[in-house]
């Protein structure tokens, strides 16, 4: 199978976690061997997250002196992909010896009149505590919104129409090569009043460039690796239900955050939809068990996964409907 995976940000830098390197080289190492373990039986693209560590570059360059501006959101998505990339492409060669891995700087085009840009609801940096944030803001005019039970700072988050390096990176899996790519969703250009492309101040969900990226490449399978075990009805209440099956017209009739799981919701509704193939959300250190079927949130057209041989769980629907 050509397997995409979207490794989430908050996978490699947990909530509450000191942002030093050691510490996310470490999660890395253990995010790998899961990777690996689908690397040997299927053909593999990576792509991950960056919402914490854009935001660790962000700070530091709105407090560096010596600069008359901060960097530009653009650039700074290119260093967390580079930073990252690294990470992963050492971490994918020490576990699969003799192996080709690739890892490359990903441009993602969005349109420039996207409604999004001008309504910021992407999450990036550390989480604080409602005081903190607002003083931040303040101080660095900041917007920011709640999180769970703490605030975060948010930019805007324009729709992913295409990666640019498609045809590469397609190339490169032709070759037998493990491709990371379109870290932190690729960096936001837009081709100007020349068609030239150009940097925007924005970051792009990573989650919805990797379905994108997965339907370009006429993927089997997209899979969204998280810190959670799936897809939740009444989630973090006494009453919540794991989600195993589900349809794309399911799980569209939920009201998700639209800063959290929404989005990993969205882009495996739309991989499944346009495609007629599987998606599924689920834990990071459990990769290998969700494509056996027996973890995670499975998205498929008819809610079934063939590839599950124990029983099937009640679907999703019947549960909905008895709520």
Wanted: proline residues 6%; hydrophobic residues 40%; charged residues 15%.
């Amino acid at each position: 199978m050509r397997i995409v995976v979207a490794l989430g940000g908050n996978a490699l830098l947990e909530r509450n976690q000191t942002p030093n390197a050691s510490t996310q080289i470490a999660n890395v190492h253990s995010a790998a061997i899961q990777l690996a373990a689908l690397a040997e039986h299927h053909e593999l693209v990576i792509t991950h997250g960056n919402g914490p560590q854009i935001g660790v570059l962000a700070l530091q360059s709105a407090n560096d002196e010596r600069l008359t501006t901060p960097y530009p959101f653009d650039t700074l998505g290119a260093q967390t992909q580079g930073m990252i990339g690294y990470w992963l492409l050492q971490a994918m060669q020490n576990a699969l010896p003799g192996r080709h891995v690739a890892s490359m700087i990903n441009q993602t085009l969005v349109l420039a009149g996207d409604p999004a840009l001008t309504d910021p609801t992407k999450f990036i940096g550390e989480v604080y505590s409602k005081d903190q944030a607002q003083t931040l803001a303040a101080q660095y005019g900041w917007t920011v919104k709640p999180d769970g039970d703490y605030y975060r700072r948010v930019i805007g988050s324009p729709t992913p129409q295409r990666v640019i390096e498609t045809r590469l990176i397609r190339t490169l899996l032709q070759t037998g090569a493990i491709v990371i790519c379109a870290g932190g969703g690729g960096i936001p250009v837009i081709r100007n009043h020349t068609g030239k492309l150009q940097g925007i101040e924005a970051v792009i969900d990573k989650d919805l460039t990797a379905a994108v990226l997965a339907e370009h490449l006429e993927a089997d399978a997209l899979l969204i690796l998280t810190d959670t075990n799936g897809v939740y009805t009444d989630y973090n209440t006494p009453q919540q239900q794991h989600i195993s099956r589900a349809t794309p017209t399911t799980l569209r009739k939920l009201n998700l955050p639209s800063g959290s799981m929404g989005p990993k919701v969205e882009a495996a509704c739309r991989f499944v939809e346009l495609t007629g193939d599987t998606a599924a959300i689920g834990p990071l250190h459990h990769a290998a068990d969700i494509l056996n079927g027996t973890t995670g949130t499975i998205i498929t057209p008819t809610g079934t996964y063939p590839h599950n041989t124990q029983s099937s769980p009640e679907p999703v629907d019947d549960r909905l409907k008895r709520a």
